[in-house]
DNA sequence: TCCAATGTTGTTAGCGCTAACATTCCGCTT
DNA sequence: AAGCGGAATGTTAGCGCTAACAACATTGGA
């Protein structure tokens, strides 16, 4: 008698609408809305007209419970504030869109408990694939997506093992690469500033290659400094600040560096700041290398040294591998490595 | 026979599994979920105990489809890359996961078109709420909105009109205020540098508070220049190089100017480091002021001048204006506004 | 002219969950 | 012992869409 049911929400029209005012099955409007293609030009058009007038808009929650897919995936990230992470999300961002997916994102705020709520509160909402950054997750983590049988991309590492497939790139001889050109430079007695996070795979690597290849030159090993206590992570784990109290640090604790090496541009930047400060001349007194070069790298006098990272490459690589595990569930795929480059500027 | 259809996906347990195995009906176990303390401890506890044995996971999407609510929030942003609107999310994020709701997030690179099929793609999916950042779309978007009955926030801005809720603060005065301080300092001959993406609301206003402060103090028009072609924007709409392009330019416009005022820190910071190159005193040669009170205004020397701006607390905001109106449909919900602080530091 | 192949449209049976209402259970009062 | 109210649980009827299959047109070749 009344138009609907209690339970209808909104006041959207649905297909059925469409299909009684159109004169066509209910069938035949999801065709025209799904695969255009599949109709016929004149059923087309006669659809999408009505569909129009009625202000239909197809209500996917619907089409996803019926398909069992749902063309979202779950973008797991230790910070939003990162510009890491913005950078390499915009990737994700530009390839998904044009493939017609969305995605939702959580950050773990550097927490592993909080990763295993976030993957376990995303997988609720059934996501067609999963992104998490970095490789290394707790148990649980590992479980609840390996018995999903979800695809998964694990990002910024090229290490293994991995729960599903990875795309990044080798963190440890980018480190190695960017030390030895210090140590080509001269420059002996060389500091580290870490990244202040604990834990994270692709700064233990850095610091991994830092030591290896100081080692293998024969060298003492460095002084190394994480600049912030790990209680004011959430914030900002990358910070000039960060850089600034690191290279205070290390005076302190061995006054003759030549150079610093830090973990992240940020740290550097705030390195550069603080030698501002104390007058120190770049690189004659102290040389200073980053790693990441983000646009502030080389606009910073006297220029950064830095690794080039590829975050956006990385990030349309994730997207690009989860959408053809989606549509070829057997394809394997192998691990993309985006490589790396020194970039050798003023700072050294 | 078999122990269902072909249309089971995946290898998830649905409720109906465990409320078999549970020996109770499909209700008890939704309530268990949803409303656990409907339901009697004793079965509660039954409930969950065979729903971890089942590793079963209630799916939302069905969830979502018989309740006609998604807590889902759609965030529309003009770019992932900028540090602003990162914040503002990571507000969202916080607010928005203790409230156990999820967002999807898109980006329009500053364009109203794709802002549009942002919007619609969005809508497709029934979130139960939006947000916009800034104040001024395109007729579509807004009609779209405003017939889908979608709580709206605005964000960044509060000069309506708007499409529903908003949040943000003055720019017109906060940029009064910051010239103001120029004008006091004595400073007389002031340059403008400006944001280079077109017909953002925040930036306009802005710039008209500038003009505005300027003339009231009875000075001639400022040198206004906007650094990047608009073909560059979608890559960075805010980026040092433009700072340091920005600041030559008006050199070359007009060669007398004593003090630069910027549509953000990442531009005013473009102009210290261009200084620095040209070896100019800031500020005794040149004042340089910016706007936003980003991490580094506080840690380049010799510290920028700018206004603070409460970007997490704007995201903060939305996100909780948001679920109020959801939960309280006929709620009346006033436009928050989150003020500045004018924050002097040595570059002026 | 007839039939197979192809293209187009329709019918059926859910996807997994929750709102709304109905029923049962339990402890307590009278 | 009967009656009552509230708490706990169950039953019913979809939410709006799509997979799978069925049926019907249309075309062109034998």
Redesign the interface.
């Known amino acids: 008698m009344t138009d609907g049911s209690m ?1 209808r ?4 029209s649905t297909m059925a609408d469409v299909a009684r005012e159109a004169g066509v099955s209910l069938m035949t409007v999801s065709r025209v809305y799904k695969r255009p293609d599949s109709v016929s030009q004149r059923t087309r058009e006669k659809v999408l007209e009505t569909g129009n007038r009625l ?1 239909f ?6 089409g ?2 019926a398909s ?1 897919r ?1 063309s ?1 995936i779950g973008i797991v990230v230790p ?3 990162n ?1 890491n992470n ?2 390499s ?2 990737g994700m ?1 530009d390839y998904l ?1 044009q493939a017609s997916y ?6 773990t705020g550097y927490s592993m408990e909080d990763e295993t709520a976030v993957v ?7 996501p067609d694939g999963m992104v998490l950054t970095g490789t290394r997750h707790g148990r649980e983590t590992i479980d609840l997506l390996k ?4 695809p998964v991309v694990e990002t910024w590492e090229t290490r293994g093992p991995f729960i599903d497939m990875a795309t990044g790139f080798k963190n440890y001889e980018a480190a190695r690469r960017i030390t030895r050109h210090l140590v080509d430079r001269g420059y002996r007695r060389i500091g580290y500033i870490d990244y202040p996070a604990i834990g994270l795979d692709r700064y233990i690597e850095r610091l991994r290659g830092l030591k290896e290849e100081l080692k293998a030159a024969g060298f003492e090993p460095v002084s190394i400094v994480s600049p912030l206590d790990p209680g004011d992570l959430y914030q ?1 784990a990358s ?3 960060g850089g ?1 109290l690191g290279l205070r640090k290390l005076q302190e604790a061995s006054g003759d560096i030549n150079a610093v090496l830090c973990a992240s541009d940020i740290l550097a ?2 390195v550069l ?1 603080e030698c ?2 104390q007058g120190l001349r770049v690189p004659d007194q102290l040389a200073v290398a980053g790693f990441g070069d983000f ?2 790298a ?4 006297p220029g950064l040294t830095t690794i080039r990272t590829h975050g956006y490459q990385i990030g349309w690589n994730a997207a690009e591998m989860l959408v053809t595990r989606i549509n070829q569930p057997r394809a394997e795929i192998p691990l993309r490595d985006v490589g790396y480059e020194l970039v050798v500027r003023g700072s050294s």
């Open positions: 339970r929400r909104k006041g959207w202000g808009s197809p209500n996917s929650i619907a996803n419970l069992g749902t979202m910070s939003l504030r510009s913005a950078t999300i915009q961002a869109r969305h995605f939702m994102i959580a950050n376990k509160a995303f997988m609720q909402r059934r018995a999903a049988h979800v900002d910070s000039f600040r600034s930047v705030g700041f501002q400060r646009e502030i080389a606009e910073v006098p």
